[in-house]
């Protein structure tokens, strides 16, 4: 049951936000109160996430030389050096840009787990990655924004709205998911065994609680988002160019490390995928002239869901044919 509702998120995902849209454009003052309760339910959203991550193994990652450098070189070298060319060539608006930069230089670490499980690639090395891949991205995004935007950023000192809620809405569910790991490994109780079941449990959570913050969001912001409309075919094109220009970077480091294809399937899809509910917070938390940046957030969100369909249907058997 719950494959089948990771397989289908997609369509739960476009429903919840034309739902959202609509409620958001009639009702103006439902859409306040959502925006109030936002906040909780991204922190409840993060920290369920972050439990399915095996933070506790971090250290299992450096086991896999080959696949390790593959991965770290195509997430955090080449894709941002090919994000930084795009918004170069694609013109856009500062806060349009930031939005493209928060959501595009940063590898996700959980629906990657489930597109790579989906996908024939190899589930087992996409959970161990996935806590390196959350401590890297924390390191490099600052770094990142001021290597692109530094004038920009520094011009409005978003620094000071930026940090809050990184501190609450990351660092914070990071920490208590960590401590509830650590807790369910560290005996044989019936407490922990208690624990372990409700680790078990909450892996359930990420999925609707994502379709409710998708609708929150959706509602709080619809005429952000309606006015949008227009120019988001400029930020659609340079998530289509990303999601292809991910599938062929994947598929020449699996060459250039010798990598299995099931290992090359999992590193297109982290190569592909991005942490946009992670950067979600950072991007509520701007002043209102960078609110731009939201809808950029969820309508990437969006854009790569429909990409992972066609990445289910095209890497499997693409990376047969070249083994």
């Avoid at 195509?74 to 013109?91: D, H, K, Q, T």
């Avoid at 990351?170 to 490994?185: C, G, H, K, M, R």
């Avoid at 624990?195 to 609708?215: D, E, H, K, T």
Wanted: charged share 10%.
């Amino acid at each position: 049951m719950r494959e089948r509702l990771e397989k289908h998120q997609v369509w739960l995902y476009l429903a919840v936000v034309l739902v959202g849209l609509v409620i958001g454009r009639g009702y103006p003052g439902v859409s306040a109160s959502l925006e109030l309760g936002l906040w909780p339910v991204i922190g409840l959203l993060l920290y369920v996430t972050f439990v399915q991550i095996p933070l506790v193994r971090l250290l299992d990652a450096f086991k896999d030389g080959r696949f390790l450098g593959a991965l770290l070189l195509g997430n955090f070298v080449i894709m941002p050096a090919l994000v930084w060319f795009l918004v170069s060539v694609i013109p856009l608006s500062d806060p349009m840009m930031l939005g493209v930069l928060l959501v595009l230089l940063v590898p996700c670490t959980d629906w990657f787990i489930a597109f790579t499980h989906l996908g024939r690639g190899d589930t087992a090395r996409a959970i161990i990655a996935s806590p390196l891949l959350l401590l890297m991205q924390i390191l490099a995004l600052p770094l990142y924004l001021w290597l692109v935007m530094g004038e920009q950023l520094a011009s409005l000192d978003i620094a000071e709205q930026l940090l809050p809620a990184f501190l609450s809405l990351i660092v914070l569910p990071l920490l208590l998911a960590w401590l509830t790991e650590w807790l369910s490994t560290k005996r044989r109780s019936a407490k922990s065994k208690r624990l372990n079941r409700l680790v078990q449990g909450l892996s359930w959570w990420p999925v609707p609680l994502l379709a409710l913050v998708l609708f929150m969001v959706a509602a709080s912001q619809s005429n952000l988002v309606l006015e949008a409309g227009p120019v988001l075919w400029r930020v659609l094109v340079l998530f289509v160019l990303f999601l292809a220009a991910a599938a062929f970077v994947g598929r020449w480091l699996t060459q250039a490390f010798g990598l299995e294809a099931s290992t090359g399937r999992t590193l297109v899809f982290s190569l592909g995928t991005r942490n946009s509910f992670v950067v979600l917070p950072l991007a509520l938390a701007l002043p209102d002239v960078w609110a731009m940046a939201v809808v950029v957030v969820v309508f990437q969100s969006l854009v790569e869901l429909f990409g992972m369909m066609a990445y289910l249907k095209w890497v499997p058997s693409w990376f047969e044919r070249g083994q």
